[in-house]
Structure formats: structure tokens, C-alpha cells
């Protein structure tokens, strides 16, 4: 297994945020990355340049990862609430570096490449979200936003089978305010 650590074009980026792994399959490999888009909070502001940059950069990664012709996934928290359909109150983010507009058009970009996000690919359905804050009673209250993604090459999209948001997960005693994505994919 081929493991890449760093999200390539700022040799001076210390933090933790793209792991990537080429993964042996019986016809090939596939490829998977980890994704841990920054906050971006406060906006505007050095955080939320951050954040940009950093989408630019994922942005020409991906462009290049689409050149290899083979299953991909960019999984992770990408700190983006696409669309107001991934929000239960979508007008309490309009000043959040989430939801700006600047953000959801990074990210269209990025989807723009030919990526899959595998949730919409399956169900169209209101009121699937991932996080949901600690603070306020989100979670009983299902005040949640979609913010964790599994974006997918259309080799890989093509192998989709199931996805599911874990909320039982979330559910838990001392669980993580992320519930967990999973995504099925038939990949020999």
C-alpha cells in the first residue's frame, strides 16, 4: 500500500489535514483519501484565506488524481454546507465560512471536476446530516448540517452501492457531534 501524507502545493503547511493511500485491488488499485478541510472561522479573516487556499489545492489535486482513470474517493469533514437543502436552519450559517458563498463555490468547483458526492447519488432526501453541535440541543432537536462527504471518481461512482448516514452513532454516550458516513463500493 502506497500511503501519501500532506495535501502537495505548500511545502509549508505543517497541519495534519490529507492523507491519501493507494490500496492493491485485484484488477488494479484504488485510491482514498482523507480530507479535513479547515474551519475557516473567523470570516473573512487569516482562517478563512486559509481555508480557500486549501480548496484551491484540493481542487488541483483532484484534478490530477481524475488523470490516473481509476476508483477515487476524497472522504471526509470538508467544513462545507453545499447546498441550504443541507441544513436545518439555513439561515443561521449565511455568515459562517461553511456557508459563505465563496466556499460552496470552491466546492462546486471541485464537484465540477466530475466527482460523484455519493449521498446525493443515492437520495435526495431533506434532513441528512452528519454534524450537529453540542451546544444548543442541535442533536435532539435535529438541527444538523451536512459537513462530511464522500466525493467519487466515476470509476468509483460507478461501483456505488449503499450509503448511509451512522446517526446512531452520534446517538451514543460521549459520541463525536460527526456521525459517520459509509459508503459501500463493489471494488474487486
Not at 46 to 66: C, Q, S, T
Not at 164 to 186: C, I, N, T
Amino acid at each position: 500500500m502506497e500511503v501519501a501524507r500532506g495535501l502537495p502545493g505548500d511545502p509549508d503547511d505543517a497541519q495534519a489535514r490529507y492523507i491519501e493511500a493507494v490500496i492493491p485491488t485485484e484488477r488494479g488499485a484504488a485510491r482514498v483519501a482523507s480530507v479535513y478541510l479547515p474551519n475557516g472561522n473567523p470570516a473573512p479573516g487569516e482562517k478563512y484565506a486559509y481555508k480557500l487556499g486549501f480548496m484551491d489545492r484540493l481542487i488541483r489535486r483532484a484534478r490530477e488524481l481524475l488523470t490516473y482513470e481509476e476508483p477515487l474517493a476524497l472522504a471526509g469533514d470538508f467544513n462545507v454546507i453545499p447546498e441550504p437543502r443541507d441544513a436545518a436552519h439555513p439561515e443561521l450559517w449565511t455568515a459562517d465560512a461553511l456557508f459563505l458563498p465563496e466556499t460552496r463555490a470552491k466546492f462546486r468547483a471541485l464537484m465540477a471536476l466530475g466527482l460523484v458526492d455519493a449521498l446525493r447519488a443515492t437520495s435526495d432526501e431533506a434532513g441528512l446530516y452528519t454534524f450537529w453541535d453540542y451546544q444548543a440541543g442541535a442533536w435532539p432537536k435535529n438541527n444538523g448540517v451536512r459537513i462530511d462527504h464522500v466525493l467519487l471518481s466515476p470509476q468509483a461512482a460507478d461501483r456505488l452501492g449503499a450509503v448511509v448516514v451512522d446517526k446512531d452513532m452520534r446517538g451514543r454516550d460521549k459520541a463525536s457531534d460527526h456521525a459517520p458516513l459509509r459508503v459501500e463500493l463493489a471494488i474487486p
